[in-house]
């Protein structure tokens, strides 16, 4: 049983290997296609390109940013000590209402 799948498998290969592959239809245009291919490489931009021409516009982002961080920012106080004064009322707060931090 084993022969005859053997036997048939033999002529298979044996009948692929008198059949000559017809190269002519893949040979024609070859240069003409290599250069399309090379010209098309030779074109391409690379992708690093496009970041620099973005860094304008998140300059002009960063900077609307900045100006509407100052512009709408709490008002405070003229005193530099003021944070930590703040900050000490409200420990002693939480010292007399009897809150843990």
Do not use: C
């Not at 070859?30 to 992708?47: G, S």
């Not at 961080?69 to 420990?91: E, G, K, R, Y």
């Amino acid at each position: 049983m084993k022969d005859l799948y053997d036997d048939k498998l033999n002529e298979l290969f044996k009948t692929a290997r008198e059949i000559k592959p017809d190269l002519d239809k893949a040979q024609m245009h070859f240069e003409t296609r290599v250069m399309a291919r090379i010209k098309e490489l030779k074109n391409a931009k690379p992708w690093y390109l496009f970041i620099w021409r973005s860094v304008p516009l998140f300059a002009i982002i960063a900077i609307i940013s900045t100006i509407i961080s100052f512009t709408f920012a709490p008002a405070t106080s003229a005193d530099p000590l003021a944070p930590l004064m703040h900050q000490d009322d409200q420990v002693n707060a939480n010292y007399l209402f009897g809150e843990q931090q």
